[in-house]
């Protein structure tokens, strides 16, 4: 309060010496035209009054320094004016080479030290804090523009897409920003930009949006996108505008809603090779989460599910062979030694030989390790779509394709989905080493929705390194429980820090969560007032809030979310969701006028045949009547020809007989 009173103060002494050099200042203009004896003096009245005004902003400016540096540019600048403005015959004219020599070296002083003090950490330090006051913690204009609008993403343009680094500016300006960005929300009139080499990370819980706003991710994928959910919705929403861009596949071993697999992907494909068939071991055995105990069986299963599938792909067998050995190892014991004796690589036989000759319980444990991650053998619909077919990821990438993978929440059919989205990263990350700079152009997009449930992939991992080869990675989560359930804590600890861009939306009731979330906004400053028994403010003073609260992160309104930027305070934005654009209202559109103008068509079928069956009715009653009427001029005309006596009619004699005579008759013979 004491320091509102001061700042007040010293506003008013401010405004009077204005007030008092206004008039100074007018008084020195106007004497300036009068008599040769007065006019002389008034540059001295000019400089009372800028003397007045530099004093009383010198006042009114915080701290020292700022206050001599105020003083010394006025001293300087009225030197300036004396020499090359004001008469020479004006009594102390020489004054204003001790104003340079004076203030100059002040100034100077002055303006060195400011420039040190603004330098550092502390100057920085300093200029965080004032702007986080002026912002209220929030992200500004500037900073929004700075960091994530379209001129931030066009900077990067050549770095992330590498085909725009040999032409013209002006080309690179035409260039689509969606080429090698996309638009995650809108803060005010500013979108919040993402460029293809960002990981970005949304958490929210069910009907949230985060569903809707993936959509839009897919839809503005420059290249190829692999999609995975636990619905349909993400095909509903993009199918229609993706279709124009590429070819749609669907990897749907779980059967769900009923669509087919339109791709197949059968997990011993290129097992034949020792590397291939370690990594496909690992991608259908995930980590456990963290758990030590569990981590060291899934590294012995590992071990053991790479020998058998090495095996089976050696022998060109399936993997029903494989889930027999695990089930048997006893009686595969000679099958498989026999098989992996082909390999170049003597390791993989004694893998198996250990874990095929091993004690009992300890080959249980490895037995019930694998087990799971057969699960999907149990299921028709998904070793139908895991029987038989490669998949091409070169190709995939070259048609722009979409492949959308469904998976159940059960999570028996997850290490197969797990098994083809890392084969196809794995692939593209080859790939992408052999592009210009070492990235995909254009980038791949992965698309995770509910991706701890249906695709257990090495996330941890991938958030750091695939960026930068643009495979570009938008992972939809529920919450961080789920995150360390499926990653342990140490993975959602990294997931977390490698996204570049975390939004969160509103329905988290976890507090841990929402503490966290709370954090990341950082703090502000906020005024406490302090009133009297009477209600009357008697003093003000401030303390640390966050900038969001807990309260408010849970209670955000629908399709909007809190987003944290690397290199930006934290903003609140709406989110677009996927249903509301134009591109999807246009694409459903064009599908219903298709629709109508099928029913359309087919109808138009129906009336053509009535129309042709009526027209064949009608012609052959017109065909009937102009044949009656030619055979009635035909027999007129013959008639005509007859001579008279052959034209006669001839009679016909008839006999009456009437009926109650004869019935009389036989009455009257009945009656004798």
Same mark, same amino acid.
């Given at each position: 309060?004491?320091? %509102?009173?001061?700042?007040?103060?010293?506003?008013?002494?401010?405004?009077?010496?204005?007030?008092?050099?206004?008039?100074?200042?007018?008084?020195? =203009?106007?004497?300036?035209?009068?008599?040769?004896?007065?006019?002389?003096?008034?540059?001295?009245?000019?400089?009372?009054? =800028?003397?007045?005004?530099?004093?009383?902003?010198?006042?009114? =400016?915080? !701290?020292? +320094?700022?206050?001599?540096?105020?003083?010394?540019?006025?001293?300087?600048?009225?030197?300036?004016?004396?020499?090359?403005?004001?008469?020479?015959?004006?009594?102390?004219?020489?004054?204003?080479?001790?104003?340079?020599?004076?203030?100059?070296?002040?100034?100077?002083?002055?303006?060195?030290?400011?420039?040190?003090?603004? *330098?550092?950490?502390?100057?920085?330090?300093?200029?965080?804090?004032?702007?986080?006051?002026?912002?209220?913690?929030?992200?500004?204009?500037?900073?929004?523009?700075?960091?994530?609008?379209?001129?931030?993403?066009?900077?990067?343009?050549?770095?992330?897409?590498?085909?725009?680094?040999?032409?013209?500016?002006?080309?690179?300006?035409?260039?689509?920003?969606?080429?090698?960005?996309?638009? +995650?929300?809108?803060?005010?009139?500013?979108?919040?930009?993402?460029?293809?080499?960002?990981?970005?990370?949304?958490?929210?819980?069910?009907?949230? *949006?985060?569903?809707?706003?993936?959509? !839009?991710?897919?839809?503005?994928?420059?290249?190829?996108?692999? #999609?995975?959910?636990?619905?349909?919705?993400? @095909?509903?929403?993009?199918?229609?505008?993706?279709?124009?861009?590429?070819?749609?596949?669907?990897? &749907?071993?779980?059967?769900?809603?009923?669509?087919?697999?339109? @791709?197949?992907?059968?997990?011993?494909?290129?097992?034949?090779?020792?590397?291939?068939?370690?990594?496909?071991?690992?991608?259908?055995?995930?980590?456990?989460?963290?758990?030590?105990?569990?981590?060291?069986?899934?590294?012995?299963?590992?071990?053991?599910?790479?020998?058998?599938?090495?095996?089976?792909?050696?022998?060109?067998?399936?993997?029903?062979?494989?889930?027999?050995?695990?089930?048997?190892?006893?009686?595969?014991?000679?099958?498989?030694?026999?098989?992996?004796?082909?390999?170049?690589?003597?390791?993989?036989?004694?893998?198996?030989?250990?874990? +095929?000759?091993?004690?009992?319980?300890?080959?249980?444990?490895?037995?019930?390790?694998?087990?799971?991650?057969?699960?999907?053998?149990?299921?028709?619909?998904?070793?139908?779509?895991?029987?038989?077919?490669?998949?091409?990821?070169?190709?995939?990438? %070259?048609?722009?394709?979409?492949?959308?993978?469904?998976?159940?929440?059960?999570?028996?059919? #997850?290490?197969?989905?797990?098994?083809?989205?890392?084969?196809?990263?794995?692939?593209?990350?080859?790939?992408? #080493?052999?592009?210009?700079?070492?990235?995909? $152009?254009?980038?791949?997009?992965?698309?995770?929705?509910?991706?701890?449930?249906?695709?257990?992939?090495?996330?941890?991992?991938?958030?750091?390194?695939?960026?930068?080869?643009?495979?570009?990675?938008?992972?939809? #989560?529920?919450?961080?429980?789920?995150?360390?359930?499926?990653?342990?804590?140490?993975?959602?600890?990294?997931?977390?820090?490698?996204?570049?861009?975390?939004?969160?939306?509103?329905?988290?009731? $976890?507090?841990?969560?929402?503490?966290?979330?709370?954090?990341?906004?950082?703090?502000?400053?906020?005024?406490?007032?302090?009133?009297?028994?009477? *209600?009357?403010?008697? !003093?003000?003073?401030?303390?640390?809030?966050?900038?969001?609260?807990?309260?408010?992160?849970?209670?955000?309104?629908?399709?909007?979310?809190?987003? @944290?930027?690397?290199?930006?305070?934290?903003?609140? !934005?709406?989110?677009?969701?996927?249903?509301?654009?134009?591109?999807?209202?246009?694409?459903?559109?064009?599908?219903?006028?298709?629709?109508?103008?099928?029913?359309?068509?087919?109808?138009?079928?129906?009336?053509?045949?009535?129309?042709?069956?009526?027209?064949?009715? @009608?012609?052959?009653?017109?065909?009937?009547?102009?044949?009656?009427?030619?055979?009635?001029?035909?027999?007129?005309?013959? &008639?005509?020809?007859?001579?008279?006596?052959?034209?006669?009619?001839?009679?016909?004699?008839?006999?009456?007989?009437?009926?109650?005579?004869?019935?009389?008759?036989?009455?009257? %013979?009945? %009656?004798?």
């Amino acid at each position: 309060m004491a320091h %509102e009173r001061g700042w007040g103060c010293g506003l008013m002494r401010t405004f009077k010496a204005v007030l008092v050099a206004v008039v100074l200042i007018f008084v020195g =203009v106007a004497l300036s035209g009068w008599h040769v004896k007065v006019a002389v003096v008034w540059p001295w009245f000019v400089v009372a009054g =800028v003397a007045a005004a530099v004093f009383g902003l010198a006042e009114l =400016v915080r !701290g020292n +320094l700022a206050r001599f540096a105020t003083v010394s540019a006025g001293v300087v600048g009225l030197s300036v004016w004396f020499v090359g403005w004001v008469p020479e015959e004006t009594p102390g004219y020489g004054v204003w080479l001790w104003g340079l020599f004076v203030g100059g070296p002040v100034l100077l002083f002055t303006v060195v030290l400011g420039l040190r003090g603004r *330098g550092g950490s502390r100057g920085l330090i300093g200029r965080w804090s004032r702007r986080a006051r002026r912002n209220d913690g929030v992200a500004s204009r500037w900073q929004i523009f700075r960091v994530a609008s379209k001129s931030a993403m066009r900077r990067k343009a050549k770095t992330v897409k590498p085909s725009l680094r040999h032409v013209s500016w002006w080309q690179r300006r035409r260039t689509p920003v969606t080429e090698y960005a996309t638009r +995650l929300a809108r803060v005010g009139g500013q979108g919040i930009w993402s460029p293809v080499e960002d990981v970005t990370l949304r958490m929210g819980g069910p009907r949230t *949006g985060k569903t809707g706003e993936l959509a !839009g991710r897919i839809l503005d994928a420059p290249g190829a996108v692999i #999609a995975t959910s636990t619905r349909t919705d993400l @095909i509903d929403l993009t199918a229609g505008v993706r279709r124009g861009r590429g070819p749609l596949y669907v990897f &749907n071993p779980s059967g769900l809603a009923g669509l087919e697999s339109t @791709i197949s992907f059968d997990p011993l494909t290129g097992c034949a090779s020792p590397v291939m068939a370690t990594y496909r071991a690992g991608d259908l055995l995930p980590t456990g989460g963290g758990d030590a105990e569990r981590d060291h069986w899934v590294s012995l299963a590992r071990q053991a599910l790479a020998a058998l599938m090495h095996a089976a792909a050696l022998g060109e067998l399936s993997m029903r062979e494989v889930q027999s050995w695990v089930a048997d190892p006893e009686g595969a014991t000679d099958e498989v030694l026999r098989l992996l004796r082909r390999s170049s690589e003597p390791a993989f036989a004694q893998a198996a030989q250990q874990f +095929l000759t091993t004690n009992e319980r300890t080959r249980s444990s490895i037995t019930t390790t694998i087990m799971p991650a057969l699960g999907w053998l149990t299921d028709p619909a998904a070793t139908a779509a895991a029987t038989g077919g490669s998949f091409e990821v070169a190709e995939l990438l %070259e048609s722009h394709a979409t492949v959308y993978m469904l998976g159940a929440e059960e999570g028996h059919t #997850a290490p197969l989905v797990a098994a083809l989205t890392a084969h196809i990263a794995r692939e593209a990350r080859r790939i992408a #080493a052999q592009c210009p700079g070492g990235r995909l $152009d254009p980038a791949l997009t992965l698309v995770l929705d509910e991706a701890a449930l249906i695709c257990p992939i090495p996330l941890h991992n991938w958030t750091a390194d695939m960026g930068g080869r643009n495979v570009t990675i938008h992972i939809g #989560a529920q919450s961080r429980a789920q995150l360390r359930q499926r990653w342990g804590d140490t993975g959602a600890a990294a997931i977390m820090t490698n996204s570049a861009t975390v939004m969160i939306l509103g329905g988290s009731r $976890d507090p841990d969560d929402l503490g966290a979330y709370s954090m990341l906004t950082a703090d502000r400053d906020e005024q406490v007032d302090t009133e009297d028994a009477d *209600g009357k403010v008697t !003093g003000r003073s401030l303390r640390k809030v966050p900038v969001l609260s807990p309260g408010q992160i849970s209670q955000l309104p629908a399709m909007h979310a809190v987003i @944290i930027r690397r290199g930006m305070p934290a903003a609140v !934005g709406r989110l677009q969701m996927a249903w509301k654009r134009r591109d999807v209202k246009a694409a459903a559109r064009a599908e219903r006028y298709a629709v109508l103008a099928e029913r359309w068509i087919e109808r138009w079928g129906e009336w053509a045949t009535r129309a042709d069956a009526a027209a064949d009715r @009608i012609e052959a009653w017109f065909t009937a009547r102009a044949a009656a009427r030619r055979d009635k001029r035909r027999a007129a005309r013959a &008639n005509a020809a007859m001579p008279v006596w052959e034209r006669a009619e001839q009679v016909v004699r008839a006999e009456v007989i009437r009926l109650d005579t004869i019935r009389d008759a036989e009455r009257g %013979e009945g %009656e004798r």
